[in-house]
C-alpha cells in the first residue's frame, strides 16, 4: 500500500508556499492523507503525528501543505518494509503487565475551524503495550506494542501540566479497557465489576517523562491547583496511584508488590511517545515497534544535565565569592 501511493502533482514553481490549493489539489491531498492514515494505523507509527498535521490542514489546505505531504509520501516510502515485531516467548503471558506511555506537546498546533484557523492546541500521544513485569524493578524490558495514537487535544491548555495530564488520562483509559480485555481472556470476569478484578488480576504501569506530573501524583498532600478543571483531573489520576491491590487507599503510597497502577518517571530522551507529539527522529518508538522497551536516557542528555549542574553550581559559588563589605560614601564638601 505504501509503495503504491501517488504523490500529488502540482505546480510549485510559480507559486508562494502560501497559495491557496485549488479543488483538485485538495481532492489530491485527501486521497493522499486517507492511505497514509491507513498505513499509520497499523504499523507505522512514525507517520502518525505529520499525518495527523497534514489532514488537520485538508480544509484550508496550501502549496506548503501539498509540499508537505509529498514529503510524508516520500518518507513512508524510504521505509516500505517497516513491520511491527511481537517475539514468542519474550515474556510470560500470564505474568505480563500493562504499560502506558504518554506524552504531550504544548500550544504548538493550529485547528481549522468554521471561523478560522485556532491556535494553542495540544498534541497528545499514548502508546499501550504489554511487558515483561521485569519493567517495574527495571529500566529494560522486551514488550509487544498493542496500540499508538496521536491526536489533537480539543481543550485549550493553559500549561504543560495540563496537557500532560490530558494524554494520560486519554492513555490509561485505552490501557484499562486493553488490560480488561486481556484478562477477560485469561478469566471471564464480571462485566458489571470489570475494572476493579481486571486491576487485581494484572498491574499497570504509567510511563511519563513530566516531572511536575508526576510529583503531583505522588505527594501525600491533596493540594488543589489553581486551575480547578485541572486540578480534578489530577486528582482522579491520584486516586487511582494510591489504591491498592485490596481496593483500599492509605495515608502512604501503596508498595510497588502492592499496587494497582505505578506512574514511573522518565528521561526526555527516553520518551518512545515523544515522535508521536512532534516531528523528529524516531529510534525510541521503533524500538517499542520492535518489542524493546529501554526507559534509560541517553549519554547526551545525561551529558548535558551533568553540564547544567555544574554551571548553576559554580554560578552560586561565584556570588558567595563576590560579596564584600559596604562601601563607605564619598564625603562631600561644600563652599
Not at 489539489?25 to 486521497?31: A, F, I, P, T
Not at 515485531?85 to 504531550?104: C, N, P, S, Y
Not at 485490596?246 to 502512604?252: A, F, L, M, N
Request: net charge positive; glycine share 4%; hydrophobic share 35%.
Amino acid at each position: 500500500t505504501t509503495e503504491q501511493i501517488e504523490p500529488i502533482k502540482f505546480d510549485s514553481v510559480k507559486r508562494k508556499n502560501s497559495d491557496k490549493a485549488t479543488q483538485s489539489e485538495v481532492s489530491q491531498l485527501r486521497s493522499v492523507n486517507g492511505s497514509l492514515g491507513w498505513i499509520a494505523r497499523q504499523c507505522r507509527g512514525d507517520l502518525a503525528y505529520s499525518t495527523s498535521k497534514s489532514q488537520s490542514a485538508i480544509t484550508e489546505a496550501k502549496v506548503e501543505d501539498l509540499k508537505e505531504a509529498n514529503d510524508i509520501v516520500k518518507t513512508a516510502k524510504a521505509d516500505s518494509g517497516f513491520k511491527l515485531r511481537f517475539l514468542g516467548g519474550a515474556f510470560d503471558w500470564k505474568d505480563a503487565v500493562m504499560v502506558t506511555i504518554t506524552d504531550a506537546s504544548f500550544a504548538q498546533e493550529n485547528v481549522p475551524g468554521p471561523r478560522g484557523t485556532k491556535g494553542h492546541r495540544s498534541q497528545k500521544a499514548r502508546i499501550n503495550a504489554l511487558a515483561d513485569p521485569k519493567i517495574m524493578y527495571s529500566d529494560q524490558a522486551a514488550c509487544h506494542c498493542l496500540s499508538y495514537a496521536s491526536v489533537t487535544d480539543k481543550r485549550v491548555c493553559s500549561s504543560t501540566l495540563q496537557a500532560e495530564a490530558h494524554a494520560m488520562i486519554t492513555g490509561t483509559n485505552q490501557g484499562d479497557r486493553l488490560r480488561g480485555i486481556i484478562q477477560d481472556c485469561k478469566e471471564p470476569m464480571d462485566l458489571a465489576n470489570w475494572e476493579e478484578e481486571s486491576a487485581r488480576g494484572m498491574r499497570h504501569l504509567w510511563i511519563t517523562d513530566c516531572a511536575s506530573l508526576s510529583e503531583h501524583l505522588r505527594n501525600p498532600k491533596d493540594e488543589k491547583l489553581e486551575n480547578t478543571r485541572l486540578s480534578i483531573d489530577v486528582q482522579a489520576l491520584k486516586q487511582l496511584i494510591w489504591t491498592n491491590l485490596d481496593g483500599e487507599q492509605g495515608d502512604e503510597l501503596p508498595k510497588l508488590e502492592e499496587s494497582r497502577n505505578i506512574v514511573k518517571w522518565v528521561d526526555t530522551s527516553a520518551m518512545a511517545a515523544d515522535p508521536l507529539t512532534k516531528k523528529m527522529k524516531c529510534e525510541k518508538l521503533k524500538e517499542v515497534f520492535n518489542g524493546k522497551l529501554d526507559l534509560r536516557a541517553t549519554p547526551e542528555s545525561m551529558l548535558t544535565k551533568l553540564r547544567k549542574r555544574k554551571l548553576r553550581r559554580s554560578k552560586s559559588q561565584l556570588s558567595l565569592i563576590h560579596i564584600s563589605e559596604p562601601t563607605r560614601p564619598e564625603r562631600i564638601s561644600y563652599a
